[in-house]
Nanobody, 121 residues
């Protein structure tokens, strides 16, 4: 069993910054792709950023140049540095991590509990 714990959300003024963290714990063989998603009220959940085991990153067009995803493999932790925040970034942010539990088993996705990010003056 694995557990993902998110932290770092909160209320920030437009133009401000926040750093989200997603820490994985438990028993697993390896971690593959990691990603951040968000869901605003009345909208579907959308991809914000992805990072692979080779540190290849991919971003939604709406956050390119403002957000940076990173990972610390030694700590099984992923981060999302969010700069120049806008009101439209307001959402619940979720992390998703792909785990492998043995060399023979397929990847399985696990989601964090979500953390609220509110951008408002």
């Amino acid at each position: 069993q694995v557990q993902l714990v998110e932290s770092g959300g909160g209320l920030v003024q437009p133009g401000g910054s926040l750093r989200l963290s997603c820490a994985a714990s438990g028993s697993f063989f390896s971690i593959s792709k990691m990603g951040w998603y968000r869901q605003a009220p009345g909208k579907e959940r959308e991809l914000v950023a992805l990072i692979t085991t080779g540190d290849i990153t991919n971003y939604a067009d709406s956050v390119k140049g403002r957000f940076t995803i990173s990972r610390d493999n030694a700590k099984n932790t992923m981060y999302l540095q969010m700069n120049s925040l806008k009101a439209e970034d307001t959402a619940v942010y979720y992390c998703k991590i792909e785990f492998r539990f043995s060399i023979l088993t397929p990847l399985r996705d696990y989601w964090g509990q979500g953390t609220q990010v509110t951008v408002s003056s």
